[in-house]
């Protein structure tokens, strides 16, 4: 069973920066994306960034040129660097992972969540 584990939100000024972090456990064979959603109030879950494994990231429109997606395999880790904050990137910011377990199944993880809120 794979499990992450998120960590990073709070309370921001718009402008300020965050990052946020999500580390995986478990029965790990290999993590083929890594990728974070945000779910605004009263709004659907949506992408905002996700990186493959050596490929590309790709981005939501809004969060171009303001995240950073990276991620350490060898930790199984996948940060998300959020400047320039702006109040409408306020939600709760969910990581998810695609990938195989140890046995060869594959495998979709979400992690708990955490609450990004962005206000002066």
């Known amino acids: 069973q794979v499990q992450l584990v998120e960590s990073g939100g709070g309370l921001v000024q718009p402008g300020g920066s965050l990052r946020l972090s999500c580390a995986a456990s478990g029965s790990i064979f290999s993590i083929y994306a890594m990728g974070w959603y945000r779910q605004a109030p009263g709004k659907e879950r949506e992408l905002v960034a996700q990186?493959?494994?050596?490929?590309?990231?790709n981005y939501a429109d809004s969060a171009k040129g303001r995240f950073t997606i990276f991620r350490d395999n060898g930790k199984n880790t996948v940060w998300l660097q959020m400047n320039s904050l702006k109040v409408e990137d306020t939600g709760v910011y969910y990581c998810?992972?695609?990938?195989?377990?140890?046995?060869?199944?594959?495998?979709?993880?979400w992690g708990q969540g955490t609450l990004v809120t962005v206000s002066s």
């Open positions: 990186i493959p494994w050596g490929g590309n990231s």
């Open positions: 998810n992972m695609r990938g195989v377990s140890v046995g060869s199944r594959l495998f979709e993880v």
